[in-house]
Nanobody, 127 residues
Framework: QVQLRESGGGLVQAGGSLRLACAASGSVSEIIDMGWYRQAPGKQREYVGKIRKDGSVYLELPLKGRFTISEDYAKNIVYLQMNSLKPEDTGVYYC?????????????????????WGQGTQVTVSS
């Protein structure tokens, strides 16, 4: 299966920038798309965006213009570039992958989808 590891979190002042990286390892051929979620203190985890293998990017509307997602396919790394950071961007940022694999039983193909998650990286934006 796929393993994900985030890096790049830290403390930044409001208005600053950070770039998070998520490195995928293991069965990377099983990945369909990769993206990011975040969880602020005391709140539920929320969707940030994702990038598909065809390069198309989906970002939550309020984050467009400040956040971008890109991928280095050769290195199996997805990046989250965050600009003009605000204190409300503070939280733990998690890398996520939609993945799946085939199992053949005779001539029948069965597909098993699964989610992969990283351990998270802390982003703190001070005012």
């Amino acid at each position: 299966q796929v393993q994900l590891r985030e890096s790049g979190g830290g403390l930044v002042q409001a208005g600053g920038s950070l770039r998070l990286a998520c490195a995928a390892s293991g069965s990377v051929s099983e990945i369909i798309d990769m993206g990011w979620y975040r969880q602020a203190p005391g709140k539920q985890r929320e969707y940030v965006g994702k990038i598909r293998k065809d390069g198309s990017v989906y970002l939550e509307l309020p984050l467009k213009g400040r956040f971008t997602i890109s991928e280095d396919y050769a290195k199996n790394i997805v990046y989250l570039q965050m600009n003009s950071l605000k204190p409300e961007d503070t939280g733990v940022y998690y890398c996520h992958a939609d993945a799946g694999y085939d199992v053949w039983q005779g001539s029948e193909r069965f597909y098993y989808p699964y989610d992969a998650w990283g351990q998270g990286t802390q982003v703190t934006v001070s005012s």
